[in-house]
């Protein structure tokens, strides 16, 4: 009489923990805080990758361990971070619906959704021949355009940061920056992509990107897949915002000191028609520059003495955008009502006045 075989148990795999921290980080980007989108909290494993999307921004990386579905990121973070095994066995237990991971004297079980429900249909990564090197200044660029960008939902092309294939640039009528750098991108009109999703482009240390029908990719020396959702809208033609000969004004050298400081201080501006990023407010008079950063928390002012003779002006800058500004070029052009600070590869405009700033 044959014997009855009892079902496999499955194999389990031995992972390494940091390794598999190390990824999960950096597809954090693509979670959501809340689940806008079915699953968009969660780490999404499939096709021997791990990935992360929430509505604006997908992220992924080669990631195999032997299971493919859905993990809440927070518990699964939380525990990875607390404990210090080197290595890990991991299975997954489908009729207990959940990853079991054992390793020293410990095991843990996270509950898992077996059925992908994030929206995936419409995200392609595209084909290793698709993939460009970035060009030197292209992390720069998106920098500082980001610092520029509006935060106006009610105008949301510029909202967004637009790479054209010569410049990438932002404006929230406030402040301009553009950004000279060629870029791949194919439409001569160039894409926008939301300010909030290219933010992370230079902290993750992007060196390639590429296209496909809806999203520009970006990857890293690490493989890190960094996907934005592009949009073919229309943006405003700047070109003759900043060709304007004004009076010259040298910075003071000591601004970057002062600047830092006073950030401690600066808070978002809580008027919805202007940029809700931290701000610090810019006095000139005859001689004199002031640098003040203000907020419920107090306050920072610091005088500056600098050689400009015109009249008393204002402007409001983000603190990192005068820093970097202040790093890289020391003289600006000032004319009735706006200022220009231009570098080897780049130009920022912002909008003067005795008060508030006024439109660009």
Known sequence: MDQIQSPQKPKMRTINRAELLLKLEMVAAGLSSKEILEQSACFVF?????????????????????YEGAVHSQALLGILRKISDDTLEVEHRQQKGDLKF????????????????????????????DWKKLEDGFTEAVEMSVMSASKDESQFNITCVHISP??????????????????PVESKKGVLVRSTSMRHVPLLEMVEIAETRSWIHFRNGAGLVFSCIKYDDSYPNYDDLYKFKGTKVELPRSIESAADKASVFAEANTDKEKSSEAELIITLTEGKMRVRGEGMSGWYRQTLAVDYTGPD??????????????????????????????????VYVTALSAGNSSDV
Do not use: H
């Open 166 to 183: 010569k410049f990438v640039e932002g404006c929230d009528n406030k402040q301009f920056t553009r950004y000279f750098v060629d870029t």
């Open 46 to 66: 499939t096709k021997g990758r791990v990935l992360t999307f929430n509505g604006q921004i997908s992220c992924s990386v080669a990631c195999d361990i032997g």
């Open 313 to 346: 002006i204002q402007f409001r800058i983000p603190p990192k955008l005068l820093i970097d500004i202040s790093k890289r070029f020391m003289r600006g052009e000032l004319t009735e009502g706006k200022l220009k600070i231009e570098g080897k590869n780049w």
């Open 102 to 129: 054992v390793g020293e004297f410990k095991s843990m079980g996270i509950t898992v959704q077996n059925t992908i429900k994030l929206p995936l249909d419409g995200l392609t990564l595209p084909k290793e021949s």
